[in-house]
């Protein structure tokens, strides 16, 4: 049976490169997450917040008070255990110094003994018999003569550094501390060193004391210390997060509360406990809640009956001007038999009755907004006809007022879904406002068209806008120069009810305008019904616009400059190119 080729070894190593790659992002990512999510607790709880600075600062606090209580601890028994030496050092240097005060020469046969007696008594003076301290006797300067003697039997040079037997040997007392092994296990040892003199020089006694019980005796101090610390932060904890929990509770409550309330569920209240500064704020809560409870409903009636009044007068008024008309119609018609301040008369009742049908309509459309009935009936529609029958309907009047209407459209069909009759009458408004406003100078009107949108420009270089003025223009009666004679008698409500077609279609309808530049209005309409718009295909600030400090007219936003004929703009954070924004999207 043929056996399969073994993969060469060659072959395998990008395949175990790209797993350990693999493995790697992996926990590079769940590393991210993990991070975003103790991040957005951070910031979302301030129990966590309080509570996390609880923990550290007292940790800090209780840590550095450990440290220093355990190190006071260790200093004391280390000082206990060198006054004790030394005692017993000196006691030992002065015994040790009669025994061998009598020999005058290093070679005598029985020094040699005197010292290894004195030794075995000095180790055999300690009360404790099981401490392990041992005592040695030597004599740097007679090595070879004086031998080093110790008792219990071991060998001490390890722990004795040469600088401990350098000072000893100067006729000095001196001490440190070593570790090493002589009985048994690695021990710590306090070695003291002193000279002892005789009558041929000195030799040095030496004690060394295990330092354990010592050691042992800091490591539980150290131990119930930090027991005692670590119990100490963890009550902290939860004491911070029962505190912390005691104030953050009423105040989640009122902004869950607050929420329902700005979500129109007005008959929501908190629970009110107690009669400290908590229920008195939450007692304050629900009192603000139902004063403007009662002011929101007090309101909402003055509007309802507000739009019904406006809405009653309306349709009332419908009999009376239909009969007024069918008079003044009558009148107008015979118009050439009267006299001609007669006549002049009836021509302005016609006028004046054309205007008032039309505010009557008006209000009615505005009505309908108001009570939220208007409808829309969208359907695809090419907007270039659209633009044509506006400028057809509206050149008897440009041509009267010297006002030439040019046109930027495109030359394919612009389709988009939206309500023809409404967007008419947006355009409608718009050009008749730009004609009447236009000064003599000519009106642009543009087309523009993307993917998402399509946008319809007004541009007049008449005597523009105030600053401030490009968001009161769709105010309901609001005109810029109250004694300017109208040309169109208008109602002062097309704006208006332009920028509720417009929101109506989920667009937008904006203003620039800059004292002698003009103004230029621009409707966004999104190409398919219920999309929602980010950017529009034309600018909202024309190209030949002089901007305030001589400021870029593409790119970022730009300051406003009072005194100098430019408008406050805004700058626009969804990647619009334009730098001013007349109206709040909808």
Known sequence: MASSPLPHPESTTPRRRGAVGELWRGLAGRGARLVAGVHQTWRRSLQVRVVTITLVASSLLVGGFAYLIADKITNILLENAKTDVRLRLNSGADYAAKQVYLYGQPQEAQLQETIEGTVNYLAGGDPQQTSGVVVAITADRYPGVIQTRTAPAVNVQPLISRELRAAVADGNVASQISTGRLTGDRTKYLVYGSPVPTRFGQVELYYLVPLARQDATAADARATVVATGVALVVLLGLLAALVTRLVVNPVRVAARTAQRLSAGLLDQRMVVNGEDDLALLAASFNQMATNLQRQIMRLEEMSRLQRRFTSDVSHELRTPLTTVRMAAD?????????????????????????????????????????????????????????????????????????????????????????????????????????????????????????????????????????????????????????????????????????????????????????????????????????????????????????????????????????????????????????????????
Do not use: C, Y
């Open 330 to 586: 009558l009148i107008f018609a015979e118009r050439d038999e009267f006299d001609p301040a007669v006549a002049r008369s009836a021509e302005l009742l016609q006028a004046e009755l054309d205007r008032f049908e039309e505010l009557l309509t008006d209000l009615l459309e505005i009505s309908r907004f108001d009570a939220g009935f208007a409808m829309l009936d969208a359907e695809p529609t090419d907007l270039v006809p659209v633009v044509h029958r506006v400028v057809d309907r509206l050149a008897g009047l440009a041509e009267r007022v010297g006002v030439p209407i040019e046109l930027d459209l495109p030359g394919a069909e612009v389709i988009a879904e939206v309500d023809p009759r409404r967007v008419e009458r947006v355009l409608r408004n718009l050009v008749g406002n730009a004609v009447e406003h236009g000064e003599g100078r000519p009106v642009l009107i543009t087309l523009g068209v993307d993917d998402t949108a399509v946008a319809i420009t007004v541009r007049d270089h008449g005597v523009g806008l105030k600053p401030g003025e490009e968001k009161l223009v769709f105010n309901r009666f609001w005109r810029a120069d109250p004694s300017r004679a109208r040309q169109t008698g208008g109602t002062g409500l097309g704006l208006s009810i332009s920028l509720e077609d417009a929101r109506l279609h989920g667009g937008w309808l904006e203003a620039w305008g800059a004292p002698g530049q003009g103004a230029q209005f621009r409707l966004t309409l999104p190409a398919r019904a219920g999309d929602r718009l980010t950017t529009s295909p034309l600018r909202l600030v024309p190209g030949d616009a002089r901007l305030p400090f001589g400021g870029p007219r593409d790119g970022g936003p730009l300051a406003t400059g009072s005194g100098s004929g430019a408008l406050a703009i805004t700058p626009v954070p969804t990647g619009d190119p334009d730098t001013a924004r007349a109206e709040v999207r909808s």
